[in-house]
T-cell receptor, first 118, second 111 residues
Framework: DTEVTQTPKHLVMGMTNKKSLKCEQH?????MYWYKQKAKKPPELMFV???????INESVPSRFSPECPNSSLLNLHLHALQPEDSALYLC?????????????????FGPGTRLTVT | SQQGEEDPQALSIQEGENATMNCSYK?????LQWYRQNSGRGLVHLIL?????REKHSGRLRVTLDTSKKSSSLLITASRAADTASYFC???????????FGQGTRLTINP
């Protein structure tokens, strides 16, 4: 199984709502990622989890709160978002990269959640 | 910014022709990866080339790497309508688990 699943596919939320995006993989990968992608732009890294611990936070506003409850699941909790946060949110997974070197690993991406903040 | 640049930004060709996309990057790399993204969907890994490799093939894909010029190119031969997508190069930042994508090339294959 080389699939990364994301739910929901589409989400419309108001600025006062609280919602969560979910991501799941069963490839045994121990690194999971959240990316944000605006239209006609490349994906931009938001968070990296390695062995269920947050290892990279790319200075993301606190209205985005990631959570990795176990090695297969990754959540992104959303609260008090702004209209400019509307984007495609992509989850990905891979084997974790070793800081001292080691082979590079490809990342497997889910289909994304299209988020619209009204 | 560590993001690389790709050119052209958009490319439209006839089915059966070859498509070439170029990527330039800023920092030293140990590998460069290419991904494809169909409209509004997730990315799919296509090919990875290491810094000690100059050329790599996978089916109809050919990737070259010139580390002296900090550039790479992706060639798709005998293009098909299904190749219509955006193509991104990406570099893994050394010492981190951070994949940084280029701006991408939007490829359209006309039947």
């Amino acid at each position: 199984d080389t699939e990364v699943t994301q739910t929901p596919k589409h989400l419309v939320m108001g600025m006062t709502n609280k919602k969560s995006l979910k991501c799941e993989q069963h490839m045994g990968h121990r690194a999971m990622y959240w990316y944000k992608q605006k239209a006609k732009k490349p994906p931009e890294l938001m968070f990296v989890y390695s062995y269920e611990k947050l290892s990279i936070n790319e200075s993301v506003p606190s209205r985005f709160s990631p959570e990795c409850p176990n090695s297969s699941l990754l959540n992104l909790h959303l609260h008090a978002l702004q209209p400019e946060d509307s984007a495609l949110y992509l989850c990905a997974s891979s084997q974790p990269h070793r800081r001292g070197g080691g082979p590079p690993y490809e990342q497997y991406f889910g289909p994304g959640t299209r988020l619209t903040v009204t | 910014s560590q993001q690389g640049e790709e050119d052209p930004q958009a490319l439209s060709i006839q089915e059966g022709e070859n498509a070439t996309m170029n990527c330039s990057y800023k920092t030293s790399i140990n590998n460069l990866q290419w991904y494809r993204q169909n409209s509004g969907r997730g990315l799919v890994h296509l090919i990875l080339i290491r810094s000690n490799e100059r050329e790599k093939h996978s089916g109809r894909l050919r990737v070259t790497l010139d580390t002296s010029k900090k550039s790479s190119s992706l060639l798709i031969t005998a293009s098909r309508a299904a190749d219509t997508a955006s193509y991104f190069c990406a570099q893994l930042i050394q010492g981190a688990q951070k994949l940084v994508f280029g701006q991408g090339t939007r490829l359209t294959i006309n039947p």
